[in-house]
């Protein structure tokens, strides 16, 4: 039996897809399993970060674990919980969910959040295997109604790259790593083939759409504002701005080859954007037609 947690989020609904896919016995976890959508055969339960007893239900009898933890600055305890809960429920293999740059002093304090939860699981005394992806591919998912809109795309990181990364190549790292001790002990960066900046990543969906698509810059000042204004905290603003400034100084061009040599390829950008065209209002587009 598998757990994953998170189950219904961009990772984890694709990692149980995977999963079904090779025929492995899975247990989704959710806080509202009526509203879960899941392949046939997938056990749903519901579990709630903030419910520990529910946790603790839900890793019994398992054999591994998936871990995607809330983040913000007043959960940084929830990833160490949700691992010694796992770990004591016995669970022997857990495979936790990171972020890229997570322990660079360059992050400030959002680089902090995740290193409670890796932390208990180097610690925990099971196989473990940590994943720090870089931008997902679907962050950029938000865009879609400005493009559907005729509206220009928001930028705050300059003309700075990312090794943009398709969520489906983080879904099948994990699966790997919970299928088979080959991946405990390892941490993993993972990011897409290439090196590319909003710029680069607007240009391909302006081929995707077949119409020009702008990009605007969006000041520090104006991005915290509008942040706050929707009910976001102090903290959290602050980390997620840090976290975006991180990326407009150069600190994320960063490409490694973690994704090939465990899944034999890494998805490009323009892949992802082909198979997700629709949603920018596109229609069908040859991969091999896309920049």
């Known amino acids: 039996m598998i757990v994953i947690t998170g189950a219904t989020g ?58 995607v933890g809330v983040l913000g600055p007043e959960y940084v305890e929830a990833d160490r919980a949700l691992i010694t809960t796992a770990r004591d429920a016995g669970v022997g293999r857990i ?14 304090r959002v680089g902090t959040w995740h290193l409670p939860g890796e932390q208990a699981v180097r610690e925990s005394g099971v196989d473990w295997t940590v994943l720090r992806p870089s931008s997902f591919a679907s962050n950029t998912a938000s865009w879609a109604e400005a493009i559907r809109s005729g509206n220009p795309v928001p930028n705050m990181t300059g003309r700075a790259a990312q090794g943009v990364i398709d969520p489906r190549d983080v879904a099948g790292v994990a699966v790997e790593a919970l299928v088979s001790a080959e991946h405990a002990g390892r941490i993993y960066t993972l990011t897409g083939p290439e090196l590319r900046t909003t710029h680069d990543l607007v240009a391909t969906l302006a081929t995707v759409v077949g119409h020009p698509v702008q990009v605007v810059d969006i000041p520090e000042a104006e991005a915290r ?12 603003v602050e980390g997620a701005l840090a976290g975006q400034a991180y990326v407009r100084a150069g600190h994320n061009a960063i490409v490694t080859d973690d994704v090939r040599q465990i899944l034999g390829r890494a998805r490009t950008y323009a892949e992802w954007a082909t198979d997700h065209a629709s949603a920018f209002g596109a229609g069908f587009v040859n991969v091999s037609d896309v920049t």
Not at 18 to 36: I, N
Not at 226 to 231: E, N, V, Y
Request: glycine share 14%.
């Open 10 to 67: 961009t990772i984890g609904g694709e990692i149980v897809r995977q999963l079904v896919d090779r025929g492995e016995q899975v247990r989704a976890v959710t806080r509202v399993p009526e509203r879960a959508e899941v392949p046939a055969g997938v056990e749903v339960v519901r579990g709630d970060y903030t419910d520990i007893p529910s946790i603790a239900a839900a890793m019994s009898g398992a054999d591994a674990a998936f871990v």
């Open 95 to 108: 495979v936790k969910l990171s972020a890229i740059g997570t322990g660079d002093a360059g992050l400030g």
């Open 225 to 236: 504002a509008s942040m706050l204004a929707s009910g976001m905290s102090a903290e959290f």
